[in-house]
């Protein structure tokens, strides 16, 4: 009895406490879609890309940064997606990861082309930076499968990978040239001829 005349006493509070609490999370929804909508929206038409970079903001330094690397602007783009990098949201960090590696594999593609002006050295620096860049992404996220595709493709496309087999003996018995009294020669073994 004493329930049901505490409710009927205090109803009308509580039904108004509670629809100002619904109103105020709807107001904030609202404008939370309403500022995702305008990042979207300078997104699409570009005007993000004027912006400068506010770095507590994450999800706008990702699209700058993504931006600054469809204008081929690497310096621009690395500085952007560093930070995006730094959010404490592991979407958001693994996705600037993944798209630091892709910065990195494309510029070290342009490296590795020397009769384009590219040197060999800054094209392997580029993949290492690349190749850390995707594995932190996998890490942060693991089912980032474009990051596992990219990896791969890096790990053959990588010119330290072409002339591995040059340096390395396969089997132990096949015979490798060596250098003596400045002709080339083959290594004495054992194993070599008939049995």
């Known amino acids: 009895m004493r329930i049901k005349l505490f409710f009927l006493r205090y109803a009308a509070r509580i039904l108004a406490v509670f629809t100002l609490v619904f109103f105020a999370l709807a107001f904030w929804q609202g404008y939370a879609w309403r500022e995702a909508l305008a990042g979207n929206v300078a997104l699409v038409n570009r005007s993000l890309a004027k ?3 506010n770095p507590s903001d994450h999800w706008q330094a990702y699209g700058i940064g993504y931006l600054q690397a469809a204008d081929n ?5 690395a500085r952007a997606f560093t930070y995006a990098e730094a959010s404490n949201d592991s979407e958001i960090r693994a996705r600037a990861k993944y798209a630091l590696g892709n910065l990195y594999f494309g510029l070290a593609m342009k490296s590795a082309n020397i009769e384009a002006g590219g040197a060999h050295q800054q094209a392997v620096a580029q993949i290492e930076l690349a190749r850390e860049a995707y594995k932190g992404a996998i890490r942060l996220k693991p089912e980032l499968y474009d990051a596992r595709y990219n990896l791969e493709l890096l790990d053959r496309r990588s010119p330290e990978r072409r002339t591995m087999a040059w340096k390395a003996e396969t089997d ?3 015979l490798q040239p060596f250098k003596r009294n400045g002709t080339a020669m083959m290594r ?4 070599r001829g008939l049995p």
Do not use: I
Request: aromatic content about 0%; overall charge positive.
């Open 51 to 53: 912006h400068t970079v």
């Open 172 to 174: 132990g018995v096949t």
């Open 188 to 191: 004495d073994n054992a194993r």
């Open 73 to 77: 602007k690497p310096q621009l783009a």
